[in-house]
């Protein structure tokens, strides 16, 4: 499964393959959705694609989503978003980044800059809903394209559960409650959803295969 506008959005699975990355082009301009790997990686998928970085977004400060952000920002001197509710997780767990054999993330030279949620345009183009989704970590964000009807979920939910919340900030209430919150939103049915590990789905496929992508 593909998101309809292969022009502007493209699912990226960067070594080592673990985390479902987004790499989103405007013109010649591009933006990052949670850069998993390695900072020269992304560097050789620009160059490859005739693009320039701008932008860097995050779902949630897990070094699994946020490996690359710190050296990318710095090297093409571009902002990186997060909640700030989530500051204090940038350098927590890299031991995961050991087991990949990907550098540890430095918290002391690490600048996101933060991003609350409601409507923005990434890349000055294309709309976005930012949408507050705390429980796996406190500041969890969702990010919604209403043109293109795509939702990248992070690790809220998944095509047939949730994300962990026995994490330091996670808080199991907290988590359904988002949950339940992108359920009441009443996307279109046939929205796109990019989770943060494992395969896609749809709107329709988390209601039809998802037994705790409901209200409460």
């Not at 506008?5 to 010649?28: D, H, W, Y």
Request: charged share 15%; hydrophobic share 35%.
């Amino acid at each position: 499964m593909q998101p309809k506008n292969q022009n502007k959005f493209e699912i990226l699975r960067m070594p080592p393959a673990n985390t479902n990355s987004v790499l989103v082009a405007c013109g010649g301009n591009a933006a990052i959705f949670d850069p998993w790997g390695r900072a020269d990686d992304w560097g050789r998928v620009l160059n490859e694609r005739g693009l320039t970085l701008r932008e860097i977004y995050a779902t949630h400060g897990h070094p699994d989503h946020i490996s690359a952000a710190v050296d990318l920002a710095r090297e093409h001197n571009v902002p990186w978003y997060m909640s700030p509710a989530d500051n204090s997780l940038i350098g927590w767990g890299n031991e995961l980044l050991d087991f990949f054999s990907i550098p540890h993330i430095c918290a002391h030279s690490a600048n996101p800059s933060p991003i609350m949620p409601g409507r923005r345009n990434v890349l000055d183009c294309i709309p976005m809903d930012v949408i507050a989704a705390p429980g796996h970590t406190p500041g969890g964000l969702c990010f919604y394209f209403p043109n293109e009807k795509i939702l990248l979920t992070g690790d809220t939910v998944f095509h047939d559960g949730f994300g962990r919340y026995d994490f330091p900030g996670g808080n199991q209430q907290i988590l359904f409650q988002s949950i339940s919150n992108l359920y009441t939103l009443n996307l279109p049915a046939d929205t796109y959803v990019v989770h943060g590990h494992g395969p896609d789905s749809t709107i329709a496929g988390l209601k039809e295969s998802n037994p705790y992508f409901r209200a409460i």
